[in-house]
């Protein structure tokens, strides 16, 4: 139960850390709606190539937006641990009762909060311009599969923060992997349409098995079997990269 509440607190810390900036709020949130207009409206007519099968482009392309929008968030997940080393915080805390795994789980959980809000607010936003899901259940699940995503990007972002310890760093691999992801995935087009390489990496690329699971479980008629291994494989990653997150933390500590 300490862990729990321990972590519960540093996840509250870090909300309140984001509601003191509503600019950056603001912004996060405003992003990803001009993603959905802007991709929308360039390729509305991509609907009419053979073998494009959805309604219309924005129905396929919101919960590819929301993966993106998740993914990106979770990358920049370390910035904050690196300023509580930079503050000395990070060092105060190792000389509290504090759990140790609370500090890590706590920004985790912090992602995993703004992380559904803001993929909520997403899919409202696309349902608005026309995207229709199958239901509540279906947008659960969803939901479920990018918060694993996020939380598995954001450990992997505060393992490589606690190891460089410099923001410049954190910021190059970021940007290094959260683009090239999201491009070498369905987030934009389906797999019959694009070069036969992407289409073979897109089979292991985390960020399209979340996608898989969004467009199947919002769908009319959902695919259980595919979404249960997704969801499996998904899990899966999220469990490596924490580990791998705990196990910078330990270094980390040994070298305080």
């Given amino acids: 139960m300490t862990v729990i509440a321990h972590s519960a607190y540093h996840t509250v810390r870090q909300i309140r850390g984001l509601l003191r900036q509503p600019v950056y709020v603001a912004i996060t949130l405003i992003q990803p709606f001009i993603w959905l207009l802007l991709f929308g409206a360039l390729f509305k007519r991509v609907v009419d190539i053979p073998g494009f099968q959805a309604p219309s482009y924005v129905d396929y392309l919101a919960p590819g937006i929301v993966v993106m929008t998740g993914f990106f968030a979770g990358g920049w997940n370390g910035v904050a641990i690196l300023n509580d080393m930079q503050r000395g915080t990070l060092d105060r805390f190792l000389v509290t009762p504090a759990r ?30 026309g995207a229709r899901y199958s239901g509540p259940v279906g947008i659960v699940v969803f939901l479920a599969a990018v918060v694993l995503l996020c939380s598995a990007l954001a450990a992997m972002s505060n393992a490589i923060a606690l190891l460089v ?42 960020v399209n098995w979340a996608i898989e699971v969004g467009r199947t479980a919002l769908g009319a008629d959902p695919d259980w079997g595919l979404i249960g291994t997704r969801m499996l494989a998904l899990l899966g990653f999220a469990a490596l990269l924490t580990w ?7 270094t980390y500590q040994r070298s305080a």
């Fill in 100 to 129: 140790r795994i609370a500090l890590i789980a706590g920004p985790l959980g912090y992602q995993a909060v703004v992380t559904v809000i803001q993929s909520l607010i997403i899919l409202a936003v696309g349902w608005v311009l």
């Fill in 165 to 206: 310890r410099q923001e410049e760093s954190l910021i190059g691999f970021v940007q290094f992997t959260a683009l090239p992801l999201t491009f070498l995935s369905t987030a934009l087009m389906p797999a019959n349409l694009v070069p036969g390489w992407v289409a073979t990496i897109a089979r292991f690329n985390p």
């Fill in 244 to 250: 791998a997150a705990l196990a910078a933390f330990r």
